[in-house]
Every structure is written in structure tokens, then in C-alpha cells.
């Protein structure tokens, strides 16, 4: 049987290793046609040298640069802001893996569904900021969208074989990150490598922020919302600190199912690359006579970034993006150490209240409303 040709956008990030591990225990299930990075050229060369892609994309043109002093002459290297889009749609390859951070997402997924090649997205912000363009071209070309995210891949293990009917709501659990026992008058004082001490997920920074806040569950409820259909009062969320179950689905009569799993990402990305079938994998076995799961309802008070994120799902049109973008410009700050933790959640406050959304918006309104919404929150901040 033919290997599985796969095209990965952010290669050198959290998930792109990951994704590279799961590729060599595999074991010849797959070929990595192309890689792509922003600008760690050094991994990206031990990454060109173990797996011999075809083709490799950098977004800097001067990392792109420094690449090419040391890469083979038979490798592709494109170069520049259009690198992940062009790379998304070089070639053959029968999925592409989405892991770049932000809004740098949209453009590639697009790129890469009008290609008719499914995708796996590991990327949050682009079914935020583009869930109704995205989704709207996946069922145009008849291609798959696959989750790489614990809690949508747990929720369509749940959902498999049930009619849509038949659902009364889903469940998002999240660990509630680092800060969850602290106090709140504390939290003004939150240092950067608090905010990245996560008790359970190894993780990117950004992401490592956004679970400190608990954002990243509210941008999990707009990807629902896209992903499964649903409207934001059947989506719920609950903090499970253990991070054991990654979510559950609710049915009409009342029972629920839940997916559980130790907290290890390349599970998830094996789910995906496989296009739904398990790799048999040496994960830690659960010890059930030793497992204690907990389970509470988020305080708002903790995690106002939560409530921001619905907010911006029933405003719609560009109002996520605007969510998105002052998100990233605020937590970029707080680690450059620049603003407050506190100040992440002002920020985006602050953008959202100074939005008018585009209702319907097409690529260019997302982008110029992304634009707007960095230029104001990073002006916001100077000032």
C-alpha cells in the first residue's frame, strides 16, 4: 500500500514535532512531501535532513536565506509571506497538517481545500476568525477538516454513529491552566513563567497563555460551533484539572459519552493523520483504581476572556477575528513583559467594544478587521 503523502505548515512548532514523531513511528505509513517554518532554520534543517521532503517553506526571507547554505540542491525553497500558501497546494500530497500559529492559518486551509486535499487543522484561529468561509469550501470540494485538538478529536470519537438528533450539547473540559487555585487579588502580579507553567500540557507559549486565561476554551467553543453545528447555548464549558477527559457529549435522553485518554498530543495527531484509525501506541495505561476525576464551572470573574470569546460568537461576522488579533497582540506583550497579565483581558475588551462587525465577511474584510484590531491593540498598549 502506497504511503500517505503529507504537506506540514509549522513544522518546527510544538505540533509539527509531535506530528514528525508520530510520522517515524509509523514506521513508512507516511512521506512528508514539504515542510514549512517561520524562521527556525535550524531545526528545520535536522527536519530536512532526517525526512528528505521535496519541497520546504520560510516565511522570513532572510531565515529562507541561511537555509539554502546548507540544504541539498534537490529541495524546493519558497520563500516570503505567500510560502505557506503556495506550499500548501505544491505538488502531490494527500493531506495537509495546518500547525502555524494565529491568522497565518486561514490563507493556507483555504488554499489547501480548493487543492481538494483534506486538512488536518492544528490551528485554532482559523475556524475563529473564517469558520463560515472554511466550512463552506470543505463542503464544496467534499474534503475532510480533522481536528488536531484534544477536545474537538474527543468529540467526534463521541459523536460517531449518533445522529445529529440526538445530541443535546457538548462539554469542552480544560485543565484551567496554571493559575487555577490562585487567588484573584493575585493575578495582577502574574509573572510570564506562571502564566507558562501549565500542570499537565506541554505546549507552545501562546497556547500555554491562552489556557492561563482560559481563551483558548472560548476560541474551542467558536471552532465548535463551526465544526459540529452548533449554537453557542448547547456548547458548555467545564474545568477538569486532571485533563483525563477530553470532552463529552450530552444526548437528548440524558446520557453522555466521554472520551478519555492521558494527556499526550500525538495521540490526537495520530487520530488525524490516520484519518480517523488508531496507531497502536505505548502510551501509559491509565490506573483506574487510582484515577480521580473532578469536575467545575468556570468563574468568570477568573477567566473574563471566556465570556469575551461568546460574546464574539453571537456578535459573529468580524467580530472573533477582533477577538483573535487583540488576543495575540496582548499576550505577545505579556511575555515581551511589557504589560500585565491582567492587561490581556483589557486589551481584548477594549478592541471589542471599539468594533463594528462585518456581518457575512469575505477574506478581505477578516484580514482588514485582524489588521485594524492589531494596530489599535498594540497602540492601546504604547500608549
Known amino acids: ?32 512531501a514539504g515542510l514549512g517554518a517561520r524562521r527556525d532554520v535550524d531545526t528545520l534543517r535536522r527536519q ?40 500548501a497546494v505544491w505538488g502531490e500530497a494527500d493531506l495537509v497538517l495546518v500547525a502555524v500559529v494565529g ?20 490551528n485554532k484561529e482559523t475556524l475563529v476568525t473564517g469558520g463560515a468561509l472554511v466550512m463552506a469550501e470543505a463542503r464544496r470540494t467534499g474534503r475532510r477538516l480533522l481536528p488536531i485538538d484534544s477536545e474537538h478529536a474527543a468529540i467526534m470519537q463521541c459523536l460517531r454513529g449518533e445522529p445529529s438528533s440526538g445530541v443535546r450539547r457538548v462539554l469542552l473540559t480544560g ?31 501562546k497556547i500555554t497563555v491562552d489556557s492561563a486565561t482560559l481563551m483558548n476554551k472560548g476560541l474551542e467553543v467558536i471552532e465548535a460551533h463551526w465544526l459540529f453545528g452548533l449554537e453557542a447555548d448547547r456548547i458548555d464549558v467545564v474545568i477538569h484539572p486532571q485533563s ?10 440524558g446520557s453522555l459519552k466521554a472520551q478519555l485518554a492521558p494527556p499526550d498530543m ?32 468556570p468563574d468568570l470573574a477568573r477567566y473574563p476572556c471566556l465570556g469575551y470569546a461568546y460574546e464574539a460568537l453571537a456578535a459573529g461576522g468580524t467580530m472573533p477575528a477582533v477577538l483573535n488579533a487583540s488576543n495575540e497582540v496582548a499576550v505577545e506583550q505579556f511575555l515581551a513583559g511589557k504589560i500585565r ?31 485594524q484590531a492589531r494596530a489599535q491593540a498594540a497602540a492601546d498598549l504604547v500608549s
Do not use: C, N
Not at 493559575?179 to 507559549?205: C, F, I, N
Not at 483525563?244 to 435522553?253: C, T
Not at 475588551?349 to 457575512?360: K, L, N, Q
Open 175 to 205: 485543565s484551567g491552566g496554571p493559575l487555577l487555585r490562585r487567588p484573584l487579588e493575585s493575578l495582577a502580579h502574574v509573572r510570564p513563567d506562571e502564566a507558562l507553567a501549565h500542570p499537565t500540557w506541554k505546549m507552545g507559549k
Open 103 to 122: 491568522i497565518a492559518g486561514l490563507l493556507p486551509t483555504l488554499a489547501a481545500l480548493r487543492a481538494g486535499r483534506d486538512v488536518a487543522l492544528a
Open 266 to 297: 500525538r495521540l490526537v495527531i495520530a487520530y488525524a493523520l490516520r484519518g480517523e484509525a488508531r496507531l497502536p501506541w505505548d502510551a501509559p495505561k491509565l490506573s483506574w483504581d487510582q484515577l480521580t476525576l473532578t469536575f467545575e464551572q
Open 341 to 371: 497579565f491582567l492587561d490581556i483581558a483589557r486589551s481584548v475588551r477594549r478592541a471589542m467594544d471599539g468594533h463594528r462587525p462585518v456581518a457575512a465577511p469575505t477574506v478581505e474584510d477578516i484580514l482588514a478587521a485582524d489588521g
Open 48 to 87: 530536512i535532513q532526517e525526512f528528505r521532503p521535496h519541497v520546504v517553506a520560510v516565511t522570513d526571507t532572510e531565515a529562507a536565506q541561511r537555509l539554502r547554505a546548507g540544504v541539498p540542491a534537490p529541495v524546493e525553497i519558497l520563500s516570503g509571506p505567500e510560502a505557506m500558501r503556495e506550499l
Open 244 to 253: 483525563i477527559v477530553h470532552s463529552l457529549v450530552e444526548f437528548v435522553d
Open 1 to 32: 500500500m502506497a504511503s500517505s503523502r503529507l504537506i506540514i505548515l509549522g513544522s518546527t512548532g510544538s505540533i509539527g514535532r509531535s506530528a514528525l514523531d508520530v510520522i517515524r513511528r509509523a514506521q513508512g505509513e507516511f512521506t512528508v
